[in-house]
């Protein structure tokens, strides 16, 4: 089996951790590649249905990742958020998927470094959990009749 | 509004663990404003048992969709085709629309995906409190606006009774005292002396306690 590439959203705050990632750019900071970067207006318009969502179509690990507490350009659209993904996560829990697949961070937009840490944080901590169990192409892999072996008998 | 609130997922799954093909069908309105079961949270409902499911390896078909309301046949009528197939239907209305799609469509099972809970209101955004019990027969002229029947713990007509404390309901220091409320508004309103009229008992037969009921309006009946 080749070497476990995860898919992981990150849903991020055009005020903070969007931002974050263009410095991180700047700076010519390396983080993870497996990530795929959604922009928000702010990270209170996360839905739940969205990151489940995002679920279902595979998606190993999902983050949002929004202001400091404090620091909201619309003042709770952060607060909002936090309380969002910890609903998404409880019922993740309730349903019997590792709601660990699911996290919240809090940054700012001079924060470039933190962001390439979050990214590197997520991607190991999504490696080590191992593809999800909707990732189809990991499944396909897994179901796939193992190639038969030079030699052996038919 | 009728506020509902909705069971566990896994309920409702364990429910629907033999089918393959799955209606939700969230409500328009009461539900949708006390957030159990619009077009959102259907939509999340479905979503959590797709997952579930596929997990499991056992997946699951499931659409959705959601009627204006469910508590009015001509709404009901437009699921004719998307019900066809489904081995089951999931409704997130109350218990007036889980009832509606299972007297119209005879030959479908019906499961009821919230527990319908009480009439009432948003005291604040995320937290709903019982303002009626729908008794038949209203009094609040008579009470400055507050519901002694839903709001007293005891359904007194003539309070308050030896438990209010401080203002405070005996059973929980959490709950007004109806009474109280009733006093300091009739108090407010400079009308007092109206509490000294004595409230005879009610009469329950206007309630549930008569049997089912029925509200005909011969005028605005289409023949």
């Known amino acids: 089996m080749p070497e476990f590439r995860p898919k992981i959203v990150a849903f991020c705050c055009h005020y903070c951790a969007y931002a974050a990632a263009d410095l991180a750019g700047s700076m010519r900071l390396q983080y993870s590649p497996d990530i795929r970067i959604v922009e928000m207006p702010c990270s209170g318009t996360i839905d739940a249905r969205v990151i489940l969502k995002a679920f279902e179509e595979g998606a190993d690990g999902v983050y949002v990742a929004a202001c400091l507490e404090g620091d909201c350009h619309f003042l709770k659209g952060n607060y909002r958020a936090k309380k969002r993904v910890k609903y998404v996560k409880d019922l993740l829990e309730q349903i019997g998927f590792e709601s660990e697949r699911l996290q919240f961070y809090n940054l700012s937009a001079a924060m470039g470094p933190r962001f390439a840490e979050i990214a590197n944080e997520m991607t190991e901590r999504i490696k080590a959990l191992g593809p999800s169990p909707l990732n189809k192409k990991y499944k396909q892999e897994k179901t796939k009749p193992k190639p038969k072996e030079e030699g052996e008998q038919q | ?223």
């Open chain 2, 1 to 223: 509004m009728i506020v509902a609130e909705q069971k566990p997922i896994t309920e409702i799954a364990e429910l629907i663990k033999d089918c393959k093909k799955v209606l939700l069908v969230g409500c328009g309105t009461c539900v949708t404003v006390c957030l159990s079961g619009g077009e959102k949270e259907t939509e999340i409902m479905a979503s959590a048992l797709r997952i579930m499911r596929e997990q499991e390896g056992n997946p699951i078909e499931i659409k959705t969709t959601t009627l204006v309301r469910q508590c009015d046949p001509e709404y009901i009528e437009e699921l004719a085709d998307s019900i066809k197939d489904a081995d089951a239907v999931v409704s997130l209305a109350c218990g007036v629309g889980v009832q509606y799609i299972a007297e119209r469509y005879m030959d479908k099972w019906v499961i009821p995906a919230q527990n319908t809970k009480f009439a009432g209101g948003a005291l604040e955004h995320g937290i709903w409190e019982e303002r009626c019990a729908l008794c038949g027969e209203c009094i609040l002229h008579l009470t400055g606006g507050i519901c002694p029947i839903i709001r007293c713990s005891k359904s007194i007509l003539n309070g308050p009774c030896g438990g209010s404390q401080y203002g405070k309901c005996e059973i929980d220091k959490n709950i007004p005292c109806a009474w109280q409320l009733i006093y300091d508004k009739m108090a407010a309103l400079g009308r007092l002396e109206e509490m000294m009229t004595y409230q005879p008992a009610k009469d329950w037969s206007k309630y549930r306690d008569g049997g089912p009921r029925k509200v005909v309006r011969e005028d605005v009946i289409i023949e």
